[in-house]
């Protein structure tokens, strides 16, 4: 008999569990606000009761699984400076969380220029320090982790919740916290006047196919190997973004894509990066129960320039394809040269082309101008994700006028002054042919026309196509076509590539 009960006592204590929330969840946490609910997820032994209550108030109730999970949908609740605890209790365990908000949460991905923390940026100590004026903020950042299979859970957490403070943003080199992430949340919180969470969740030198789930990458044709390491197909993806699914958020930003340039990956971009946002979108909705938005905003940052020591000198006289870096940043528009477009519907992007670092100690390829990219990001996520009334793109062309030695770009600038940085004239490039593509320079601007003057007669016509196209000659914000905001913030033109003969108008970025 005592060996019976002993026996049953062993094996009772092998199926428990530790009664737990999942490691994404923690005290001064920013839970996504209505109209979305919030999804509380956790461990414990399987079919355990679980009572969770909020001090919103709210309570709801589960039954740990057979795999050891649980987790209740609460109410929508509003954001506001109020905070919150949430209680979880099973038999005679209880868990909590103290200090919780309610506000807009952002996922902010990507590789190097992303995981940058804001100890490199600029200014950095004032930066720092600056931080404890913003309490309201706060972040989190997944550890370095990749994964053949999706995890359940984040396998490791280089940073839980945190209020924003010189500590928890200023880490250190490649540490939390992330420079763009924080400066798009700052620039966020000052113009929504509510909590905001970031979540960082980033690898330098990785590909978006690392971050894709095969859903994705199915959608795409793929003309080279599989990587290894964090660059394999699918494996952050498996780790880093599998398991903050079921935790709904309000939106994602995203600064990627050095990496597919490097690695030749640049044809596939114009697929492969629309494919994983359409495929984020589709799987957050769907694990979280469908209490979050299924098309939520999704800002990115345009590739800035590298080897801008020898900038002007990197021409690309070939097709559009054989310069790898301009064909990504033609790609993250898929193709189209502006977002939102019909391919990327609820997108918007910051342009970086003319904040190229070549003095970086990161490496050129990592420009320390990380407030602008944040403040333009900011800029376009206030426009796009939540409908203000100001205008975050610069100028697009809408038609390209051709005529013998010379042709003339128009632009819409919805609104805005338009500038031309004259000193700058070698930005545009034009081929007669279809095939050898020549320099092609600036004359000058009336309104909205750009006149270039080229030798023959233009059939196509792109801009900024280079590696480094407005470089270190030129100073920051050194490219040629620019609009001017009421409050004074410069506003790039994007690389674009278009025939001389026919455009696609473009009324508005909404």
Request: proline letters at 6%; aromatic letters at 12%; hydrophobic letters at 40%.
């Amino acid at each position: 008999l005592l060996l019976l009960l002993l026996l049953v006592l062993l094996t009772t204590t092998a199926c428990a569990a530790p009664f737990r929330f999942f490691n994404n969840y923690g005290d001064h946490m920013v839970l996504q606000q209505a109209p979305a609910q919030a999804v509380i997820r956790g461990f414990g032994t399987p079919g355990a009761s679980v009572k969770v209550t909020s001090t919103a108030p709210a309570q709801a109730q589960a039954t740990v699984d057979a795999q050891g999970q649980w987790n209740v949908t609460l109410p929508a609740v509003k954001a506001s400076f109020q905070a919150y605890t949430i209680t979880a209790v099973s038999g005679s365990d209880t868990i909590t969380l103290t200090d919780v908000l309610y506000g807009d949460v952002w996922v902010c991905g990507g590789q190097s220029n992303m995981q940058f923390a804001v100890h490199q940026a600029f200014n950095a100590t004032a930066e720092i320090a600056a931080a404890k004026d913003f309490p309201y903020i706060r972040l989190f950042t997944a550890a370095l982790v990749q994964s053949d299979t999706p995890l359940q859970e984040l396998k490791g957490v280089e940073q839980n919740w945190s209020v924003a403070s010189p500590e928890s943003v200023g880490a250190a080199d490649w540490s939390h916290f992330s420079a763009v992430c924080w400066f798009f949340g700052r620039d966020t919180y000052l113009a929504r006047k509510y909590p905001i969470g970031l979540l960082a969740s980033n690898w330098g030198g990785t590909p978006d196919e690392a971050w894709s789930s095969p859903d994705a990458l199915a959608k795409c044709p793929h003309s080279q190997s599989k990587l290894e390491g964090p660059g394999g197909f699918s494996v952050l993806w498996n780790a880093m973004i599998f398991p903050l699914l079921h935790t709904p958020i309000f939106g994602a930003i995203w600064y990627q894509g050095e990496s597919d340039a490097l690695s030749k990956f640049d044809v596939e971009y114009a697929c492969t990066f629309p494919a994983m946002i359409a495929d984020w979108r589709s799987k957050w909705y769907e694990a979280t129960g469908h209490v979050m938005s299924s098309s939520f905003p999704f800002g990115f940052v345009q590739l800035s320039t590298w080897n801008d020591k020898s900038a002007g000198t990197q021409f690309c006289a070939g097709a559009c394809d054989t310069c790898p870096t301009a064909t990504v940043r033609w790609g993250q528009t898929a193709n189209y040269g502006y977002v939102p477009n019909e391919k990327m519907p609820n997108t918007f992007m910051a342009v970086a082309i003319d904040l190229g670092d070549p003095d970086s100690p990161f490496g050129d390829i990592h420009p320390r101008y990380k407030q602008e990219v944040g403040h333009r990001l900011a800029m376009a996520g206030q426009e796009i994700a939540y409908g203000a009334k100001i205008v975050s793109s610069g100028p697009v062309p809408t038609a390209v006028t051709s005529m013998d030695g010379s042709f003339e770009v128009t632009f819409n600038s919805f609104g805005l002054p338009m500038t031309l940085h004259a000193s700058n004239v070698t930005t545009f490039q034009a081929t007669a042919d279809g095939t050898t593509w020549g320099p092609a320079h600036i004359s000058g601007l009336a309104g909205n026309k750009v006149t270039v003057s080229f030798s023959g007669k233009a059939q196509q016509v792109r801009y900024n196509w280079w590696i480094a196209a407005c470089g270190p000659q030129y100073g920051i914000h050194g490219c040629a076509v620019y609009s001017t905001t009421p409050a004074g913030d410069l506003l790039p033109a994007a690389p674009f590539v278009m025939n001389a003969t026919a455009a696609t108008a473009v009324t508005s970025l909404v």
